[in-house]
């Protein structure tokens, strides 16, 4: 059975940092795209970071660029999240799941709740 499973959120200050972890099961992430999604409440959910585990190629959102890093370690079939310089609008909660578009991707993980406070 395949299944994601995040952690690593919590609540910051604005301008903090925290490291998101997305661990994967039932196959190898090795050779999938795995994206990183949040939801903010009453917003829609979107897309954040995608990453290509077999080359590393990554692509992100407008609004993370520069603050967001996507990496994947194939060897512990996990994808994780380094965020920095958080603001309150990144208050959300985040998913990871098989694939970069958030209309097509599976397999969603429960989620992990990031509280930015100003």
């Known amino acids: 059975e395949v299944q994601f499973v995040e952690s690593g959120g919590g609540s910051v200050q604005a301008g903090g940092s925290l490291r998101l972890s997305c661990l994967a099961s039932?196959?190898?992430?090795?050779?999938?795209?795995i994206g990183w999604f949040r939801q903010a409440p009453g917003k829609e959910r979107e897309a954040v970071a995608c990453?290509?585990?077999?080359?590393?190629?990554?692509d992100y959102a407008d609004s993370v660029k520069g603050r967001f890093t996507i990496t994947s370690d194939n060897a512990k079939n996990t994808v994780y999240l380094q965020m920095s310089s958080l603001k309150p609008e990144d208050t959300a909660v985040y998913y990871c799941?098989?694939?970069?578009?958030?209309?097509?991707?599976?397999?969603w993980g429960q989620g992990t709740q990031v509280t930015v406070s100003s």
């Open positions: 990453i290509s585990s077999s080359d590393g190629y990554s």
């Open positions: 799941a098989l694939g970069c578009s958030e209309y097509i991707a599976l397999y």
């Open positions: 039932g196959f190898a992430i090795d050779g999938y795209g």
